[in-house]
């Protein structure tokens, strides 16, 4: 088993969300984060006032799934994600060593 985290703008999350439906990926984690990385963040003006948001709004899906279906969710992510600018994201890749169903006590695949 695999988990999938992607760091995207948030107005992709919908695009996303649907591109891993139509692959058969049935559950997903969204949380709004805040983070930079080349994109740097920007200055901007309030009540005349220069002040730099060095945080920009982002979006983190997690995922866990097996991992037959990982190059086909990471492919998924990247075609539904990309708008060639920067600060498209990034996608991280990690091993689950178990995974348990809290209501039936599946473990493993079937609790995916």
Known sequence: MKKIEAIIKPFKLDEV????QEIGIQGLSVTEVKGFGRQKGHTELYRGAEYVVDFLPKVKIE??????????????IIDAAK??????????????????????????????
């Open 17 to 20: 969300k649907e591109a891993l």
């Open 63 to 76: 995922v866990v799934l097996t991992d037959d279906m990982v190059d086909a969710a990471i492919e998924a």
């Open 83 to 112: 708008t060639d600018k920067i600060g498209d994201g990034k996608i991280f890749v990690s091993d689950i060593s178990q995974a348990i169903r809290i209501r039936t006590g599946e473990t493993g695949d079937d609790a995916i």
